[in-house]
Structures are given as structure tokens and as C-alpha cells.
């Protein structure tokens, strides 16, 4: 999503941060406080806590509780995404121990990492917002019958627990529940194995009658028309 221009917004778009990670992190960590001297910047705010960058004073957002999780880290445990995990997970220590301030989605979130490193006291709660778009989405929707529809949005993962979700639609079926659930997102971070696993289970359960589909990613500005079409989500 583009940022509006405005006339008390200067949008900066350095190079080497259209590259790729190992370039960001090197521009994050040698370049990015020399260019906010420059530029007079008084206050860095920065909506991700995995930073390189040493700019005084900094608020840190933390978004992120993956590198957190130790049954999650485990699953993956040596392979390519434990040590991307490992990694974001001391990046952020650092850059949320060192922060003159820090803002966390919740209080769980907080705690969690509090228990880890010790934070500035100048923290605060600000939870995620909703957007407008999805506001137009009514609570409850009428059914033309007595089937429930149910969609599950989110990325296809081994932590997002898509295998369960569909492994729980087919005992809702064999309970007599009349029920279709959909699942919405992209296989972009799925490994092979977990993606295959899922498909799987939902061949198992459609072949044993249950409703269950796999429709794959939709863009985000489209994901409230097609939220309204279900019953629960």
C-alpha cells in the first residue's frame, strides 16, 4: 500500500533499501543513522523491533512474537527458518532493550518479552486497529440454510495450524455438524512437507464427505467482500 503524499510528509526511498535483506541490514546498521543526522530527525519511530539501527532517541514497535514461541522455534529446529528465528529474536532484544521507548500490540506480548530482557520503562499498549473497510462487515449473517460457513485467513504454516482446523471441520461432520470451511491465505513461507500434509488431510476429509476447501491468497483491499460471504471468521 502507497503512502498519500502530504505537505508535512517527506518521503525518503534510499536504494539500497529497495535490495535485498542483506543489503537492508547493512544500510540499517552503517548508513541509516548518518542519514538521519543529516536529514535533523529528532525522534526515530520504527514499526518493526528487528533493526540494526543505533539512532537515539527510538520508539520500537514490536509486531512480532514468532522468535518468541519455543514449542514454534522448535519445530524447526536447526533447519533455515530456526536460525532466521534465532536471529530476529536477538536483533529484536537489542533493539527493544536499547529503545528510549517501546509500544507492544498487548499486554501478553509485553509480559513475554519482558521476561526475556529488561525494558525501558517508557512502554506503552496500543493495540491493532481495524480498518474501516472491515467495519462494513456484519456480526451476524442470516443463513439461506443450516449449513455454517467458517473461513480461517492466515498464511499457510505449520504454526498457523491449517492441519488442525481441517482435522477439526472433519469431526464437527462425523458429529453431524453441517458445516463448510474455507481456508484463505498464501503458501509463500509453507514448507513442502507441511503444504503436502495439508493437502492431504483435506483430500481425507473431503473424500470422507466434509466441506473443506483451500482457495489460496487473496490481495488484502479484496479480503472484506470476501469475509461477508461467510457466517464466521
Do not use: C
Not at 503512502?3 to 517527506?10: A, D, G, M, P, Q
Not at 532466521?84 to 532493550?97: D, E, G, M, V
Not at 466441506?211 to 457466517?231: I, Q, S, T
Amino acid at each position: 500500500q502507497k503512502v498519500k503524499r502530504r505537505k508535512n510528509l517527506i518521503l525518503h526511498s534510499p536504494p539500497l533499501n529497495e535490495k535485498n535483506i542483506y543489503f537492508q541490514l547493512w544500510w540499517q546498521k552503517f548508513l541509516f543513522k548518518k542519514e538521519l543526522n543529516s536529514l535533523n530527525v529528532d525522534l526515530l519511530f520504527t514499526l518493526d523491533a528487528a533493526t540494526l539501527s543505533s539512532f537515539q532517541p527510538q520508539i520500537v514497535l514490536s509486531q512480532d512474537l514468532l522468535a518468541y514461541d519455543r514449542d514454534l522455534v522448535s519445530l524447526y529446529r536447526y533447519s533455515k527458518s530456526w536460525w532466521r528465528l534465532t536471529f530476529i529474536k536477538l536483533i529484536q532484544n537489542n533493539a527493544l532493550s536499547s529503545a528510549s521507548g517501546t509500544v507492544f500490540l498487548s499486554d501478553f506480548a509485553s509480559n513475554t518479552i519482558g521476561n526475556e530482557i529488561i525494558l525501558n520503562e517508557q512502554s506503552k499498549i496500543i493495540p491493532h486497529g481495524v480498518s474501516p473497510s472491515f467495519r462494513s462487515i456484519a456480526k451476524i449473517r442470516r443463513r439461506e440454510n443450516n449449513t455454517l460457513k467458517a473461513v480461517y485467513v492466515s498464511p499457510i504454516a505449520e504454526y498457523k495450524n491449517q492441519v488442525t482446523v481441517v482435522e477439526a471441520a472433519l469431526l464437527l461432520h462425523r458429529s453431524n455438524h453441517d458445516i463448510e470451511i474455507d481456508l484463505i491465505g498464501g503458501a509463500e513461507i509453507a514448507s513442502k512437507n507441511y503444504l503436502s500434509k495439508l493437502q492431504s488431510v483435506i483430500s481425507k476429509a473431503e473424500n470422507l464427505g466434509a466441506k473443506v476447501r483451500l482457495l489460496g491468497k487473496v490481495p488484502n483491499d479484496k479480503l472484506h467482500l470476501e469475509l461477508k460471504k461467510y457466517d464466521l471468521f
